[in-house]
């Protein structure tokens, strides 16, 4: 089921599969600023990653000596979450285990999406708990929206991004889904980066150790299309299909597995910690002009 929020400024939708954003309409200049899934390219908007980011070395990871697999990214985008509370300005769902989702993934949890607009802004805050009495629970969280670069593949070159406190990237190099200890050295102009398709022939940008916590895009006149703000996210990265006209801007909470790893997941790299009954949150939000 689709459901819908709307102020003077922004008007989202957001739908219950995958507690997953849809649109994200800019009221006065009267333009969508979200992907719209098109699935000859990919047919995601804003999919929600969680337990996992990224990919598992060899689809599995251990825990209590036991082995589990999950597909890249996790499952909570496949799941349909209940519509928990909403008002004029906020929806919130939450997903809580059950009997399936512990087969794959052994610990007892509640996820929150929560969509607040507020002015020209949308925020979106991930809570995570853990809702065991007894067992310290181990997971990843990310963001992955979408968006809009233009009405064709061409226009994707007319835009750039402005990180607000970075004037270099080392992009961890990534193979066959797997991060490597190989680095790719991006320099920034003015802290900008200028969109093509060449900076993501070899999969995503993973960038493990960005500054900046504000991405600003920008098209070829400079004019803010959109300023993309998070919090308590540590990692960021940055991911496109040639010729689809869309830019992923994506906070994390994790990252892929190392081709290196133990597949032991307290070891995995970024991965967080909820002792018994503790609770964990995050947020990222979108500002039009």
């Not at 098109?38 to 047919?43: A, L, N, Q, R, T």
């Not at 906020?90 to 969509?115: D, G, N």
């Amino acid at each position: 089921m689709i459901h819908h929020l709307e102020n003077e400024n922004i008007k989202i939708a957001v739908d219950s599969k995958g507690a997953e954003l849809k649109s994200v309409f800019n009221k006065p200049n009267q333009e969508e600023l979200l992907w719209q899934a098109d699935p000859e390219f990919w047919g995601k908007s804003s999919p929600v990653l969680f337990p996992i980011v990224g990919t598992l070395k060899n689809g599995i990871y251990i825990y209590d000596k036991k082995k589990y697999k999950l597909p890249r990214h996790g499952f909570a985008r496949d799941y349909n979450f209940k519509l928990q509370e909403f008002s004029d300005s906020q929806l919130i769902f939450s997903l809580e285990s059950s009997k399936e989702t512990i087969e794959v993934y052994p610990f007892l949890f509640r996820l929150e999406i929560i969509y607040t607009l507020k002015d020209n802004t949308l925020q979106v805050e991930y809570k995570v708990k853990n809702l065991s009495d007894v067992e310290t629970m181990y997971f990843s969280v990310g963001a992955h929206p979408a968006f809009k670069v233009g009405s064709n593949a061409d226009d994707f070159f007319d835009y750039s991004l402005l990180f607000n406190k970075d004037n270099e990237f080392k992009a961890t190099c990534l193979k066959d889904g797997l991060l490597t200890t190989d680095k790719n050295t991006i320099t920034l102009t003015n802290q900008k980066i200028q969109l093509n398709y060449e900076l993501f022939e070899n999969d995503a940008l993973v960038l493990l150790d960005m500054k900046s916590d504000k991405v600003t895009l920008l098209n070829n006149t400079d004019k803010n299309i959109l300023s993309f703000e998070f919090e308590n996210f540590p990692y960021f990265g940055i991911w496109t299909m040639k010729d689809s006209g869309f830019i992923c801007l994506e906070p994390w909470a994790g990252v892929a597995d190392f081709d290196s790893h133990d597949q032991q997941l307290e070891n995995k790299t970024g991965i967080n910690t909820l002792k018994p009954k503790e609770s964990w949150s995050a947020s990222w939000s979108i500002s039009i002009s």
